[in-house]
């Protein structure tokens, strides 16, 4: 979202209503690689459906080394906390995450589907005249019909052949994008991965071209103090 009290906890709490029945649990997100693997490891020995975390601080990025292997996988194993031995699970959990502005680290961000909230108003949360004012009221009275509406669109997409929508191809996710992204599209809405953010984090980027940098000053492999580097820096800037 472009700014706070945009309505994104509530967005979760009734697409969570809607596919499973239930309220997520919000959940803080520090950043730290050890949290995060702890909390993805819990998810899925609990099999839980939804993973959320909740409003991010400013600064913080998304993402991981523990995240980006859970995007692009199907089982989990970690080590037990307290013991000795791992255990693999099956990883089915959707991971939800919130934030303004949001920032990517490492290979996370051509891992992600993005949701954007845009609003001018200086203070959104004041907005009113609402079609359902009690929205999850609603949804939790209306979850069948919710469901039954987009498995209607699910059936007529299967019945029709699942007719190939000739999308961008997305590494690692082609189920997705036959079976979601080929489903929306045949229905007349937009491809949910058309405003996907395919940068890699500045970060890696730079990294990269450090390591890029420091093979060509070092043709040779015999090593450069820390001295040299520098000096070749400075030589190259000049």
């Not at 909740?54 to 089982?75: E, F, Q």
């Not at 089915?92 to 108003?121: E, H, K, M, W």
Request: proline fraction near 5%.
């Amino acid at each position: 979202a472009n700014s706070p009290r945009l309505g994104k906890t509530l967005w979760v709490r009734d697409c969570s209503l809607i596919a499973y029945g239930i309220e997520p649990e919000p959940q803080s997100y520090s950043g730290d690689d050890e949290s995060i693997a702890k909390r993805l490891f819990v998810a899925a020995r609990e099999a839980r459906p939804i993973l959320f975390w909740d409003n991010l601080r400013s600064g913080i990025k998304i993402g991981g080394p523990a995240l980006d292997c859970v995007l692009t996988t199907r089982r989990l194993n970690d080590r037990v906390l307290g013991e000795s031995k791992s255990e693999s699970y099956q990883w089915d959990t959707v991971v939800v995450v919130s934030s303004n502005n949001p920032c990517y680290r490492g290979d996370t961000a051509p891992r992600t589907q993005p949701i954007g909230f845009q609003s001018d108003l200086e203070h959104p949360e004041l907005r009113s005249g609402w079609r359902h004012p009690d929205l999850a009221g609603w949804v939790r009275q209306n979850r069948g019909r919710l469901l039954w509406a987009v498995l209607t669109i699910a059936r007529g997409y299967a019945d029709a052949g699942m007719p190939d929508q000739h999308l961008p191809a997305w590494g690692s996710y082609e189920a997705y994008t036959r079976i979601v992204r080929g489903m929306l599209v045949w229905a007349g809405y937009s491809d949910p991965a058309s405003v996907r953010v395919t940068d890699r984090d500045v970060e890696v980027d730079f990294v990269a071209t450090l390591i890029e940098g420091l093979r060509v000053a070092d043709k040779d492999g015999a090593g450069l103090s820390t001295r040299a580097i520098i000096e070749k820096a400075q030589f190259g800037r000049n």
